[in-house]
């Protein structure tokens, strides 16, 4: 059974800084677009981060692009989002998600990812 799951969620104070991890399990995604997206209350689900399948690319959304960092870890099947300076703006549940096809370029949209994890909540206080 393919998992990802999410840790690292939590309540920060705005400026403060947040680190979220995914672990997937149950098969490698060495080859696959990682990413990170969130979803506020009644909203669709909107990009946040993803990184390529070698880890030497990474692209933002404009809203996090020079506070939020996406790393990956492919011997440890894992993908990262070092959330810093956070402000209110970025409450929201935070989900990890892997790219349906093996050596694919990076996507921003959801449809293009076939495994997500359950999701974290980020709550940052003003």
């Known amino acids: 059974q393919v998992q990802l799951v999410e840790s690292g969620g939590g309540l920060v104070q705005a400026g403060g800084s947040l680190r979220l991890s995914c672990a997937a399990s149950?098969?490698?995604?060495?080859?696959?677009?990682l990413g990170w997206f969130r979803q506020y209350p009644g909203k669709e689900r909107e990009f946040v981060a993803a990184i390529s399948w070698s880890g030497g690319s990474s692209y933002y959304a404009d809203s996090v692009k020079g506070r939020f960092t996406i790393s990956r870890d492919n011997s440890r099947n894992t993908v990262d989002l070092q959330i810093n300076t956070s402000n209110p703006e970025d409450t929201a549940v935070y989900y990890c998600?892997?790219?349906?096809?093996?050596?694919?370029?990076?996507?921003?949209?959801?449809?293009?990812?076939?495994?997500w994890g359950q999701g974290t909540q980020v709550t940052v206080s003003p």
């Open positions: 998600a892997a790219g349906r096809l093996s050596y694919a370029p990076v996507q921003r949209e959801t449809s293009t990812y076939g495994y």
């Open positions: 149950g098969r490698t995604f060495s080859r696959n677009v």
